[in-house]
Antibody, heavy 118, light 110 residues
Framework: QVQLVQSGSELKKPGASVKVSCKAS????????INWVRQAPGQGLEWMGW????????TYAPGFTGRFVFSLDTSVSTAYLQITNLKAEDTAVYYC???????????WGQGTLVTVSS | QSALTQPASVSGSPGQSITISCTGT?????????VSWFQQHPGKAPKLLIY???NRPSGVPDRFSGSKSGNTAFLTISGLQAEDEADYHC??????????FGGGTKLTVL
């Protein structure tokens, strides 16, 4: 069955970087794009953007340019989210989600909590 | 892209029906039949309930239904059950080749 498994929780200091992984299984990784979604504590979901697993081309939502980088390693069916120069407001749960096609996020990772605190 | 507008909370008694609205603009909800709904229990990942405005993935009970009128989409849950208590999020495709979520609605089953 389709599964997305994310890396574990992270505790980082302001200014540091973090890299979250999202390992896919149960389907052909390059057939469906991966989206990234942020959920700050007690808040709603926020779409960060997506990466084509076919071309590797990333698209970032406004507000997620500059410090946020989406990447892939197709040899291990894994997508990555890297956040640099972490700020306290980056504290959130980050989810990866498979896009079966437009607006059809049919499978989600379990989420990765990133906490930024001095 | 501004978030879609959802009520912060709704409530209903077991067996009743409730409807959650999701209001956008002609650039997102009103412009495409690409609206989806997700259910999220505390500490869990979102789960797809509805896609393409009104379609249910296999395994989702038919108590959950979706519709749209103009720039507003709706999720209706009939025959409320205790396990339906959760947060519900809408999502729409937009004219900027992107996606936008609503702020989320907390459903309380009384």
């Amino acid at each position: 069955q389709v599964q997305l498994v994310q890396s574990g929780s992270e505790l980082k200091k302001p200014g540091a970087s973090v890299k979250v992984s999202c390992k896919a299984s149960g389907y052909t990784f390059t057939s469906h794009s991966i989206n990234w979604v942020r959920q700050a504590p007690g808040q709603g979901l926020e779409w960060m953007g997506w990466i084509s697993t076919n071309t590797g081309n990333p698209t970032y939502a406004p507000g997620f340019t500059g410090r946020f980088v989406f990447s892939l390693d197709t040899s291990v069916s894994t997508a990555y989210l890297q956040i640099t120069n972490l700020k306290a407001e980056d504290t959130a749960v980050y989810y990866c989600a498979r896009d079966f096609r437009i607006n059809w996020f049919d499978s989600w990772g379990q989420g990765t909590l990133v906490t930024v605190s001095s | 892209q501004s978030a879609l507008t959802q009520p912060a909370s709704v409530s209903g008694s077991p067996g009743q029906s409730i409807t959650i609205s999701c209001t956008g603009t002609s650039s997102d909800v009103g412009g495409y039949n690409y609206v989806s709904w997700f259910q999220q229990h505390p500490g869990k990942a979102p789960k797809l309930l509805i896609y393409d405005v009104s379609n249910r993935p296999s395994g989702v009970p038919d108590r959950f239904s979706g519709s749209k009128s103009g720039n507003t989409a709706f999720l209706t849950i009939s025959g409320l059950q205790a396990e339906d208590e959760a947060d519900y999020h809408c999502n729409s495709y937009t004219n900027r080749y992107s996606e936008v979520f609503g702020g989320g609605t907390k459903l309380t089953v009384l």
